[in-house]
């Protein structure tokens, strides 16, 4: 069984895959914050931009088979080009659900397959994208993929110390919050001074987009 927030079709805004059209399957829930805003402040990761509580979002739902899953992405992904079908799965922590079979069939349904994850899960074989972005002190067990994408500044976190790790591409994320502005400078500075990492802006936020 497999609980969706929402699924919904969208330009993915962020990171190296700027820009491409993907369905976003939401799952549900987190390992790192309820999604109540009373937990937020003691959470392990304090910042999040989503509501990933339960599955009442755009066609949400709890689905019980990888099979069912597919036609969801099918009905979102719609009559356009089936030879340029791109998936990517977030949350909440995707992790928690994605497991070999639904990646298996939905790689046969001819998806490219993107993941979203804090990193603190290890992700099953045949992901063709993996997106890991670091939540402060908590242990990366997905040490490797196409990205790593640190949401910055985020307090004792020093980007340098993720390098070690084994990602195609380094991005920092300005921290969406009441510092907006500020966070932005400072991951400008940040990347001018040290070139191995690029700045990544949401963009979705920025033209209207989900
Ligand atoms: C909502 S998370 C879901 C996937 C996964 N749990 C994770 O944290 O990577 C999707 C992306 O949004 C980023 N994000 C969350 N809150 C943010 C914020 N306030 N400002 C900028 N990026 C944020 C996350 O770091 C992650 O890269
Ligand atoms: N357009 C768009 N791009 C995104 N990239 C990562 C997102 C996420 O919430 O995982 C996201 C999102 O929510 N919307
Ligand atoms: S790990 Fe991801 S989904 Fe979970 S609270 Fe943090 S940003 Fe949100
Ligand atoms: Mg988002």
Redesign the pocket.
Known sequence: MYSFKEIFL??????GQAGRVNV?A?FAGCNLWSGREQDRAMAACTFCD?DFVGIDGENGGKFPKPVDVVAALDAVWGMADPSQKAV?F?GGEPLLQLDPALIEAVKAAGYFIAV?TNGTIKAPEGIDWICVSPKADNRLHQTFGQELKLVWPQAEVDPAEFLAFDFERYYLQPMDSDRQAANTQAVIDYCLQHPQWRMSV?T?KLVG??
């Open positions: 969208t330009l993915q805004g962020e990171g976003f939401r989503t990517v977030t979203e949401q979705h987009l989900k």
